[in-house]
């Protein structure tokens, strides 16, 4: 048996992919892997031979969650579905708005608290993980109980990232995905809430943004963007395109360009132009990336984790080893 008790987390999630891909994850640093839609047996026994806990993901209706008896029937067939596939663990993506103390919210962490308690008597190693937005301040509608959703799991992945779906101030411009500032900002919420560091896994984002300009000023490169409405917020990064990783660094390859460096948010982007579009991208990379491990290992959090694993190249290039040594270089 692994000593974990010291060792800092990797948590990943993995979208399908084929055994070429998720045979080059850096299997010594990963400690979790939820695999994200879908049940791939030799994944499964793959991270098991390197000590690494699965766990699959499934979102409940929104509408069953204040029923008690829809919660009981769903619990069941999820804690019968892990056992049976010899997962060991679950993770929780709910990202509906609720209403502050509604009975849809209460409901949500009656069903953490359901469903941990019925894995853990299958299985008493079960691992159960909730994912979060950057902030506990009610991110897109989410005002979620998060002190009970963090007292009845052993994890919240918070997901420092998609910090621009609701941009409240003038202009409505193209802004970073995952400001440092905003991921440590965030972080403090949730210790605000007395919630333990050991439960805190800072989420990072293996993709970025690519923003079409509707206007664009080169003296100071602001990109408005077109205004995008989101749950009652007027602009939104939903006016972006999210782009893997792997597809951001063939446009900087094929276009010759190089990313920038913003210093006030600890990020890199890049503009160019397409047939007489301007787009920006707002994306991390293995610089503005360590910067965030670096947070998340000197705040003493529990580990950080990436959304998602499978976005970086692959192939048997140059340049794809280069990348994965470098990205997978800066988790802790
Ligand atoms: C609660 O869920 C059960 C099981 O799905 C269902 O039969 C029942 O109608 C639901 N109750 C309400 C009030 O929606
Ligand atoms: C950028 O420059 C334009 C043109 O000078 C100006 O109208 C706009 O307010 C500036 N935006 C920011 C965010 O500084
Ligand atoms: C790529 O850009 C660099 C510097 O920006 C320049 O020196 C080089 O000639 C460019 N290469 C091509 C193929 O355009
Ligand atoms: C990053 O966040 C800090 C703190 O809120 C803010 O001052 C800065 O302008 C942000 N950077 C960008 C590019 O939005
Ligand atoms: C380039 O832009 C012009 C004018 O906006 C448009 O008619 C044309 O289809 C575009 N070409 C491509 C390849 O997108």
Not at 241 to 246: D, K, S, T
Not at 286 to 307: F, V
Not at 320 to 325: E, I, K, L, P, S
Request: net charge negative.
């Amino acid at each position: 048996m692994l000593c974990l008790l010291d060792r800092i987390l990797v948590f990943a999630f993995v979208l399908e992919c084929n055994s070429s891909v998720w045979s080059k994850f850096d299997w010594e640093k990963l400690t979790t892997i939820v695999m994200f839609n879908f049940y791939d047996i030799d994944l499964l026994k793959h991270a098991h031979d390197n000590g690494v806990v699965v766990a699959k993901m499934e979102n409940i209706a929104k509408s069953d969650l204040a029923n008690s008896t829809a919660r009981a029937e769903w619990v069941a067939t999820q804690v019968d579905d892990v056992v049976q596939k010899g997962l060991d663990g679950f993770n929780f993506d709910f990202e509906d708005p609720l209403d502050p103390d509604s009975p849809e919210s209460h409901g949500y962490t009656a069903l953490v608290k359901e469903l941990r308690e019925a894995l853990l008597a299958a299985l008493p190693a079960a691992q159960v993980s909730v994912d979060v937005a950057w902030s506990a301040a009610g991110i897109d509608g989410r005002f979620y109980d998060y002190t009970g959703l963090a007292a009845n799991s052993d994890l919240l992945f918070v997901m420092a990232y998609d910090e621009m779906s609701q941009i409240w101030d003038e202009p409505c411009n193209a802004r970073p995905n995952s400001n440092l500032t905003y991921a440590e900002e965030g972080i403090m919420t949730y210790q605000a809430l007395g919630i333990e560091n050991s439960k805190l896994v800072l989420g990072l984002p293996w993709y970025g943004y690519v923003y079409r300009c509707i206007e664009y000023f080169p003296d100071n490169e602001t990109c408005l963007i077109e205004e995008i409405p989101f749950r009652g917020c007027p602009c939104s990064d939903a006016a972006g395109r999210q782009y893997e990783y792997r597809l951001l660094q063939d446009l900087l390859r094929e276009r010759n360009l190089t990313e920038l460096w913003d210093p006030s948010s600890h990020t890199p982007y890049f503009t160019f132009t397409d047939n007489g579009t301007v787009y920006q991208v707002r994306h991390d990379n293995p610089r503005s990336l360590l910067d965030k491990t670096t947070y998340a290992r000197s705040e003493g959090l529990a580990g950080a984790g990436m959304w998602a694993a499978n976005f970086l190249d692959y192939s048997d290039t140059p340049e794809g080893q280069m990348q994965r040594d470098a990205m997978w270089g800066v988790m802790p």
